[in-house]
């Protein structure tokens, strides 16, 4: 599984990367990552005029979209669209931050698993 991540650069502005998950352990209930620690969980919904200027990232945190979809902007311009099922790791805590804008007027509602 592809998760999109989101980090301060050593120049202040936010970048993507795309981390693969691994999956090192394999049982009778399929493969499966190694456990990381999480804080909790924040359930969310945003509205279809949703429209987010820079901000950071509140905390470490993955963003997993359920319904609808999000369009992230980082510092240097490059953009992505995330939709239902995609996952975000939010590490962008200081720094410039990025920008997320609602896709098509449409509500998204998403979970929030905090790290920090």
Do not use: C, W
């Not at 970048?15 to 209930?29: C, G, K, L, N, Q």
């Not at 190694?34 to 993955?62: C, M, S």
């Not at 099922?85 to 997320?100: K, N, P, W, Y």
């Not at 804008?101 to 929030?112: G, K």
Request: proline content about 3%; overall charge negative; glycine content about 12%.
């Amino acid at each position: 599984m592809k998760i999109v991540r989101v980090y301060t650069g050593d120049d202040g502005q936010s970048h993507f990367e795309d981390i693969e998950t691994s999956y090192p352990i394999v049982d009778a209930t399929g493969k499966k990552s190694a456990l990381e620690k999480a804080t909790g969980i924040v359930f969310r919904q945003t509205g279809g005029d949703y429209n987010l200027d820079f901000h950071n990232a509140p905390r470490r945190q993955y963003v997993i979209n359920l319904v609808g979809g999000v369009e992230i902007e980082v510092g240097d311009g490059s953009k992505r669209i995330l939709r239902a099922g995609d996952v975000l790791l939010a590490e962008d805590t200081e720094g410039q931050g990025h920008i997320s804008r609602a896709l098509n007027d449409e509500p998204r509602h998403s979970i929030f698993v905090t790290l920090d």
